[in-house]
């Protein structure tokens, strides 16, 4: 597995400097583009990594994964009549969609969806501090490694710049699909997107989606198979927003992205998969990271087709 990813880095190391940083808050716009790292877990916690797999970087939208499974939980299929289970085909902060659809987000990968999630997490834990500790417990369940934290800079920098947000959770509320207050939620929402990973926590605590629900190191049940089959087909039709078809016909694997250049990708049965470059293309997808994963389904041929 180390030859693979040794081939990988090398192979894309040429690609590095095509792409750019996200610029909407300074601490974002501010890291080294020309970083690549990728690490592997494999299901008996055995890992691999090459480059810069141990630095931590911002999860920003692959956090949506976790409050999705949390409030799935919570709400089982009660949860669609707030948010839906399509790809969107529109830019993951698109308003325009959320007017003509009565308020009802696509799917709860967009950040429209993923605010509704946020919405439901903090009428279930009743604060909008607990929802947020619950999400977080929930991290450092599914990783084993409970220093994972926030970057509170990072946090508060997305709330100075949240406008968008701000008004795709207002035009929710206008619609009745709101229970909160928008600016309660929306802490809970950003500081979720600041939590700071490195590639190898994150690997490995997407295991138990590539096992049916359940943690195969610790054997804990976090979610049951139905509702992981749900989230994995989320990941594949909806995990990279306007660009979700272009990387399941390039990778083949659920994954889910963020603009802070980290993705995450699954194979069942067998492994979880991160990698960490933070120049993006124009979707807000890693460029580098991209590719990367692309490399490896087609090295190993371990895609899910
Ligand atoms: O809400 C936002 O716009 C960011 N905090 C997160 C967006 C994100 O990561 C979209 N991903 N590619």
Avoid at 183 to 202: D, G, P, R
Wanted: include cysteine.
């Amino acid at each position: 597995m180390i030859d693979v990813l040794n081939e990988i880095h090398q192979e894309v190391s040429p690609l590095l400097g095509q792409g750019k940083v996200a610029e909407y808050i300074p601490a974002l716009a501010n890291v080294d583009p020309m970083q690549f790292g990728m690490a592997i877990t494999l299901n008996d916690g055995q890992y691999y990594g090459v480059g810069s797999y141990q630095t931590p970087f911002s999860i920003q939208s692959i956090s949506k994964v976790f409050s999705y499974t949390l409030a799935l939980r919570a709400y089982q299929n009660g949860l669609y009549k707030r948010v839906w289970r399509e790809p969107s085909g529109n830019p993951f902060n698109s308003l325009v969609q959320l007017e003509y659809e009565a308020g009802i987000p696509r799917n709860p990968f967009i950040n429209a969806g993923a605010i509704v999630v946020c919405d439901s997490l903090v009428s279930h834990f009743s604060t909008n501090e607990k929802a947020f500790n619950e999400i977080l417990a929930f991290i450092h369940q599914c990783s084993g490694d409970k220093s994972i934290a926030v970057d509170e800079v990072v946090s508060t920098s997305e709330m100075e710049h949240g406008y968008r947000n701000i008004a795709l959770a207002s035009l929710m509320k206008s619609f009745g699909n709101f229970d909160n207050d928008v600016i309660e939620v929306l802490q809970t929402y950003f500081k979720h997107c600041s939590i700071v990973m490195n590639a190898q926590q994150l690997s490995r605590s997407m295991l138990y989606l590539a096992n049916d629900g359940t943690d195969p190191i610790t054997k804990q049940q976090l979610i049951n198979s139905t509702q992981a089959k749900r989230i994995n087909s989320l990941m594949l039709t909806c995990g990279h927003y306007d660009a979700s078809g272009d990387f399941a016909f390039r990778v083949g694997l659920p994954g889910k992205s963020g603009v802070g250049g980290g993705i995450v990708a699954v194979v069942p049965g067998k492994m979880a998969i991160a990698v960490y470059s933070p120049a993006l293309n124009e979707s807000g997808n890693s460029l580098v990271g991209t590719k990367a994963l692309e490399l490896f389904t087609t090295k190993t041929g371990l895609s899910i087709f």
